[in-house]
């Protein structure tokens, strides 16, 4: 039996913070940032937002609802979605367009929101052009949006995804833990010395969802004994 104290890990929701000030700003989000802070002189009414998951397209459309009064509404909600009242404050952001619920619906949003003067921030993985759309008219409205482009996240910005994410769930990390990694030659020379960034490099890739496990992973688990792996502090 062990000897140790266990703490118990409660089942806690802990809100991921989407506020202007806790944006990570980077070479690899400048461009789309500048683009959300220039509203509303953008270069059109309806632009897109494309970049990988977890590149922060949902921080920048939630950044930019807040600053213009816009409804946010999903792609797949739009053949349910009462399409006057969603343009009623002349902002919208719809997430994940490149794959709407019903084609018509967004054709019938399209229209609307030209008719009115209304702004439309659309976000998605992929650039409009390669929407999977079907409706002639759709499709040509769709390629003529200006696009903006989020980078996934780099070596730099990886490490302040992390303590961010970590911040969010009030977690605090000792700074070695998500330090850069050094050279691979220099890593398999002291395997016990990997930083957090390196096994997230090396298991998830740069994406920032995945990089969002891992708090979430270790809030639930590593507190159940005090000996925590990396050196993270409670």
């Keep these: ?24 700003s980077g070479p690899c989000n400048a461009g789309a940032l500048a683009l959300i802070d220039s509203w509303p002189d953008w270069p059109a009414r309806a632009l897109a937002l494309v970049g990988p998951e977890g590149a922060g397209k ?50 019938h949003l399209l229209n609307l929101a030209r008719e009115e003067g209304a702004f439309l921030l659309l976000t998605a993985r992929t650039a409009p052009a390669i929407w ?50 050094p050279p691979i030659s220099s ?3 002291r395997r016990r010395a990997r930083p957090l960034c390196f096994w997230m490099k090396r298991r998830c890739g740069r994406a920032g969802r995945r990089a969002g496990r891992w708090p979430r992973n270790c809030s639930a688990s590593q507190f159940r004994t005090p000996r925590l792996a990396g050196g993270l502090l409670i």
Excluded: C
């Excluded at 039996?1 to 990570?24: T, V, Y």
């Excluded at 807040?66 to 909600?77: D, E, F, I, Q």
């Design 1 to 24: 039996m062990s000897s140790h104290p266990r703490q118990l890990a409660l089942a806690l929701d802990h809100g991921e913070s989407f506020a202007r000030e806790d944006f990570l």
């Design 58 to 107: 949902t921080h920048l459309a939630t950044i930019w609802a807040a600053a213009a009064g816009a409804r946010v509404v999903s792609a797949h909600a739009l053949g349910t979605t009462n399409v006057p009242a969603a343009l009623a404050t002349g902002a919208l952001v719809i997430e994940d367009a490149a794959a709407p619920g019903d084609e018509r619906a967004l054709f």
């Design 132 to 181: 999977p759309m079907s409706i002639p008219d759709v499709v040509s409205r769709l390629r003529a949006l200006p696009v903006v482009t989020l980078q996934a996240p780099d070596d730099v910005m990886l490490r302040g995804l992390i303590v961010k994410l970590a911040s969010d769930r009030q977690l605090m990390l000792d700074e070695n833990v998500v330090n850069i990694s």
């Design 187 to 189: 890593v398999r020379s």
